[in-house]
C-alpha cells in the first residue's frame, strides 16, 4: 500500500510538472514564450513589366516568402491600373503560402507623388491604396519612397496607411537606405511591419568618379548595425536587402548587369565578386559566396531575414543565388 502511496504521489508530481511546464510554454505561467518564430523571410522584389502571369511563368514561389510587385504606382490624380497579369500572380503566390505586396515609389518615381501625398490630397490617396490593396487580395503595400520624396508629409502618409492596414491584418512596409535614414523618424518607423533595408548601390554609374563595389560584405553589415544599434530597431523586422545585379566601371563597359548575365557571359564569375573584362573595364557584383557569407550574417543576427532585387536577375540553375539563401538559411 505504502508503494501504491509513493507511485500515486510521483505520477501526481509528474503530472503537476508536466500541465505546468505546459502553460508556460504556452504564455499562461511566468515563463512566456516568444513572438511565434515566423519563417526567415525571403522577400522578393517582381519588376512590373510586361504581362506579370507571363513573365513570371518559370519562377518557383516556394523558394520566397513574401513577393513584393514593384512598381504599382498611382496617377496624377492619384488612381491606380491593375497590371496585366497581376491577379494570376497573386493568385498563384497565395496557393503556395506566399504573401503579396505591391511597393509604390521606387528610385525614379514620378515627381507628381509628392504633391499626393500633401496634406490636402494624403487621405485620398491612402484610401485609393487601401482600396486597390484589397480588391486585388494584396496582403500588404510596400512603401519605397525615397530622397526627397521623404519630407514633412513621409510621416502623415505612413501613419494614416498604419491606421488602415493594421485593422485589416494587411502589411505596412518599407525600403529604407542607410544615407537617408536620418530623415525617417522613430515613430514612423515603428509603423512598419519590417523594414527592407537597401544594402547596396553604394556606387554606381551615377558617381563614375567612385568605381568599386557597390554591395560589399562590410558595408552590409555597416548598414544594418545603422539600423539595428542606432536606430534600435529590434533585428527581427530588419531585412537585408541583398543584390542580384552589378555596375561596370570602365571606358567601354555596359553601367549595369543582372546577375544572370554576369555569370552567362563570364563561366566562373559565380564564385567572384568581379569580373575584370580587358580593354573595357570592371564589373562589381555578389556572388555565390559573398551571398552566403551575408546569408549567415543575418541568421546569426536571428533577423528577420533578406530582401531580394530583383528575382529575374537570377537563373534556375545549380549557381542561382536564391538556391544558395534557401540552402543557408537556418
Known amino acids: 500500500m505504502k508503494q501504491v502511496k509513493i507511485l500515486i504521489a510521483f505520477l501526481c508530481a509528474v503530472f503537476i510538472c508536466f500541465t505546468s511546464c505546459s502553460k508556460a510554454m504556452n504564455g499562461v505561467g511566468k515563463y512566456t514564450a516568444g513572438p511565434s518564430s515566423e519563417t526567415f523571410k525571403i522577400v522578393g522584389y517582381m519588376f512590373n513589366q510586361g504581362n506579370l502571369d507571363s513573365v513570371s511563368a518559370g519562377f518557383d514561389f516556394r523558394r520566397i516568402t513574401h513577393l513584393n510587385i514593384a512598381f504599382i504606382n498611382p496617377d496624377v490624380n ?3 491600373s491593375v497590371p496585366q497579369g497581376v491577379a494570376a500572380v497573386v493568385e498563384k503566390a497565395h496557393t503556395k503560402k506566399i504573401k503579396v505586396l505591391y511597393s509604390i515609389g521606387g528610385g525614379n518615381a514620378s515627381a507628381y507623388l509628392k504633391d499626393l501625398i500633401k496634406p490636402d490630397k494624403v487621405q485620398s490617396l491612402v484610401n485609393n491604396m487601401v482600396a486597390f490593396a484589397q480588391t486585388n487580395n494584396f496582403d500588404g503595400i510596400d512603401v519605397d519612397l525615397e530622397g526627397d520624396f521623404i519630407d514633412a508629409n513621409y510621416e502623415p502618409l505612413i501613419a494614416a496607411l498604419s491606421q488602415r492596414l493594421a485593422p ?3 502589411l505596412l512596409t518599407s525600403a529604407q537606405a542607410t544615407w537617408q535614414g536620418d530623415a525617417v523618424s522613430d515613430k514612423t518607423l515603428a509603423l512598419f511591419d519590417f523594414i527592407n533595408i537597401m544594402a547596396y548601390d553604394h556606387t554606381g554609374p551615377w558617381a563614375k568618379d567612385k568605381p568599386g563595389p557597390h554591395s560589399t560584405y ?3 553589415v555597416a548598414d544594418f548595425n545603422y ?3 542606432k536606430r534600435a530597431i529590434p533585428v527581427a523586422k530588419l531585412v537585408l536587402g541583398l543584390p542580384f545585379y552589378g555596375y561596370g566601371f570602365g571606358p567601354d563597359i555596359q553601367e549595369s548587369y543582372t546577375y544572370k548575365e554576369i555569370i552567362t ?3 566562373g564569375s559565380e564564385n567572384l565578386d568581379t569580373v575584370n573584362v580587358p ?8 556572388g555565390m559566396p559573398t551571398i552566403k557569407k551575408k546569408v549567415d550574417f543575418v541568421t546569426d543576427k536571428n533577423a528577420g531575414g533578406v530582401m531580394i532585387w530583383h528575382i529575374f536577375a537570377d537563373t534556375n540553375d545549380a549557381k542561382s543565388l536564391l538556391s544558395v539563401i534557401n540552402q543557408n538559411k537556418k
Open 227 to 229: 539600423w539595428s544599434i
Open 265 to 267: 557571359q563570364y563561366p
Open 279 to 286: 580593354n573595357k573595364g570592371i564589373i562589381y557584383y555578389n
Open 168 to 170: 485589416q491584418k494587411k
Open 218 to 220: 562590410e558595408s552590409a
Open 78 to 80: 492619384g488612381m491606380f
